[in-house]
C-alpha cells in the first residue's frame, strides 16, 4: 500500500539558526542535490537513516532534535 | 530540476517520439499494402537504435548546458529510478506472457514482435511517468 511519509522535521529552522545556512550547501555538505535537501524539507522525501545521521550531525544534534514521528 | 529528473524527461520524450514515428511509418505501409509484406523488423530497429542515439544525444547535450548539474546524482534519484523501473516491470511481463500466448497460436511474427515493442514502450513511458510523480510529489513509503 503507496502511502505519504509521516515523518516531519525541523530542518529549515534549523538552517536558519545555523547562520542562514543555505540549502545549497547543505546539500553540499551532505553530498546530495539541493533537490533532495528541498524534498526532505518539505517532507515528500524521507531520507535513509545514514543520510539523517549526516543531517543530525551538520547541526550538531541528535537525529530525534530534527526528525519527529507522530504517536 | 536535478539532473536525474531531467534524464527521466529525455527519456520519455524520445521514447514517445521515436515510437510515434515507427507507429505512423508502419501504419503507413500497412495502409498501402498489407501487414504481411510490411518491411517491419529494419523500421524496428532503426527506431530502437534511434531512440538509444537520440537520448545519449540529447543527454549530452543538456550536460554541456549545464554542466555542475551533469552526473550529480544521490541516494533520492536511486530509489526514484529503483521505484520507476518497479512500476513499470509488470507491464514488460503481460507483455512477454501476451507474446507467449500469441507464439503458442501462432501468431505471425509481425504481431508477436509488434507486441513486445509496444510493451517495452508502455513500461518505458509508466516508468517514467512514476519517476516523474515521485520527483514532483514525494516517494511513496510502503
Known amino acids: 500500500m503507496v502511502r505519504a511519509t ?25 553530498g546530495v542535490t539541493r533537490q533532495t535537501v528541498i524534498a526532505i524539507e518539505q517532507g515528500k522525501y524521507s531520507p535513509t537513516l545514514e543520510m539523517a545521521f549526516q543531517i543530525a550531525r551538520v547541526f550538531g544534534v541528535s537525529i530525534d532534535d530534527v526528525f519527529n514521528y507522530p504517536e | 530540476m536535478s539532473s536525474g529528473q531531467k534524464g527521466v524527461w529525455i527519456e520519455l520524450a524520445v521514447a514517445i517520439a521515436t515510437y510515434v514515428v515507427y507507429a505512423i ?40 548546458i549545464a554542466p555542475k548539474d551533469a552526473d550529480k546524482r544521490d541516494v533520492r534519484d536511486k530509489q526514484i529510478y529503483r521505484f520507476g523501473e518497479y512500476t513499470g516491470h509488470w507491464v514488460l511481463v503481460a507483455g512477454a506472457i501476451a507474446a507467449l500466448l500469441l507464439a503458442v497460436i501462432k501468431v505471425d511474427y509481425f504481431w508477436i514482435a509488434n507486441e513486445i515493442y509496444l510493451a517495452f514502450f508502455v513500461s518505458s513511458v509508466l516508468a517514467a511517468v512514476a519517476k516523474l510523480s515521485a520527483y514532483g510529489r514525494g516517494l511513496p513509503a510502503w
Do not use: C, F
Not at chain 2, 32 to 52: D, E, F, N
Open chain 2, 25 to 64: 511509418v508502419v501504419l503507413g505501409e500497412v495502409g498501402r499494402s498489407s501487414w504481411a509484406t510490411v518491411p517491419y523488423a529494419p523500421l524496428m530497429l532503426w527506431a530502437i537504435g534511434a531512440s538509444v542515439v537520440a537520448t545519449v544525444i540529447v543527454r549530452t547535450v543538456v550536460a554541456a
Open chain 1, 6 to 30: 509521516r515523518v516531519t522535521n525541523s530542518i529549515r529552522a534549523m538552517r536558519a539558526e545555523h547562520g542562514d545556512l543555505t540549502q545549497a550547501e547543505l546539500a553540499e555538505r551532505l
